[in-house]
């Protein structure tokens, strides 16, 4: 019988936590010190579509910016999958060996990092912030909208057999060597899609999937990007998953 990897057989040695940003101006800077506490280990990249709030602007006027916060700036609005894919071929490029989802608006808890981060040392490639596994955990959600969620994950673990409470989660740490195994191009959604067709992906290429239960809590400052188009988009991709 093959041991349980330990903690210290896996370091996780440079952790760089990925913040896609499209009009955060208001509540980056808190984001960042909020992050950048959690661990001296943690870097943070923003990837921001030029804003025109000045979320950029904000970024660059935090103390550590230059030194553990870096700018990844593109010429417009260009989507979640899109930034995603963006951040990890420059932590790729960079030598970080994990990197962690993160939303902009602290609905995720930059004080989980820790815990995603140990679950990627016990063993995992994939540490995926659970919002229903074991129950509910969400906060200050409307029930149209943790309905919406719901049916969205339920539905994509049905069709896909894709082994997760919660699929569409964007708040996970990922080990660079699984990501490597992928076809990064491949993943073509943009809107929360995208975590659905990452983590299917994950799975298929045999990465180590363990989901750990965190607390979402809707967000404090500025508006939801969610719109109708986005959920259409993944519907449609959970639908082309279920072909393969």
């Keep these: 019988m093959v041991p349980e990897p330990t903690q210290s057989a896996n370091p996780v040695a440079r952790p760089l936590v ?7 101006a208001e509540g980056i800077a808190a984001v960042l010190d909020r992050t950048l ?9 923003v990837v921001d579509d030029a804003s ?4 950029a602007a904000r970024v660059r006027a935090q103390p550590a910016y230059g030194q553990r916060v870096h700018l990844l700036e593109r010429g417009g609005k260009q989507g979640l999958g899109s930034a995603y894919r963006a951040g990890f071929a420059w ?8 990197v962690i989802e993160m939303d902009a608006d602290l ?19 994939a540490a995926i912030g659970s919002r229903y596994i074991g129950g509910v955990r969400v906060i200050n959600w409307p029930m ?30 990922l080990r660079m060597d699984a990501l490597r195994r992928l ?3 491949a993943l073509q959604a943009q809107g929360y899609g995208f975590q659905i067709e990452l983590h299917h992906a994950l799975w298929r290429s045999g990465a180590r999937l363990v989901e750990v239960p965190i607390i979402f809590t809707e967000r404090r400052e500025g508006q939801t990007k969610m719109n109708t188009s986005i959920a259409i988009e993944a519907f449609l991709r959970v639908l082309q998953l279920s072909l393969k």
């Design 18 to 24: 990925i913040i896609p940003t499209y009009n955060e």
């Design 37 to 45: 506490s959690v661990s001296g280990l943690l870097e943070v990249l």
């Design 52 to 55: 025109p709030d000045g979320t």
């Design 91 to 98: 932590a790729d490029e960079r030598g970080f060996d994990a």
């Design 107 to 125: 609905s995720h808890d930059p004080a989980d990092i820790p815990r995603l981060l140990a679950a990627l040392e016990s063993g995992a490639d």
């Design 144 to 173: 149209r909208r943790l309905l919406l969620s719901t049916s969205a994950t339920t539905f994509a673990r049905i069709v896909t057999r894709l082994p997760l409470t919660d699929a569409t989660s964007g708040f996970k740490a």
């Design 183 to 185: 076809d990064r191009q």
